[in-house]
Nanobody
């Protein structure tokens, strides 16, 4: 079993900052991808930022220059530093990871339960 536990969400005023964390635990052979998605009410879930095992990153255009994704491979943890937050960043943020649990099993995508970020104007 693989578990993803997110933390760091909350209420912040526009222009403020938050840092999200996501720790992956359980039966882990390798992690090839970790990312943050978000889903606002009535909207589809969208990719916010992602980081590969090699450290390559990509961001949604809407957060470029404001959000930074980083990872700690030793801790199997990924972070999302969110600066200059806007009301339109309000959403439930989900952590995702693509994990292999052993050397023969195919990789699979796992999800956290989500953490709410609310940005007030």
């Amino acid at each position: 079993q693989v578990q993803l536990v997110e933390s760091g969400g909350g209420l912040v005023q526009a222009g403020g900052s938050l840092r999200l964390s996501c720790a992956v635990s359980g039966s882990i052979f390798s992690i090839n991808f970790m990312g943050w998605y978000r889903q606002a009410p009535g909207e589809q879930r969208e990719l916010v930022a992602a980081i590969s095992s090699g450290g390559s990153t990509n961001y949604a255009d809407s957060v470029k220059g404001r959000f930074t994704i980083s990872g700690d491979n030793a801790k199997n943890t990924v972070y999302l530093q969110m600066n200059s937050l806007k009301p339109e960043d309000t959403a439930v943020y989900y952590c995702a990871a693509t994990v292999r649990i052993d050397s023969v099993s195919p990789q699979a995508r796992y999800w956290g339960t989500g953490t709410l970020v609310t940005v007030s104007s």
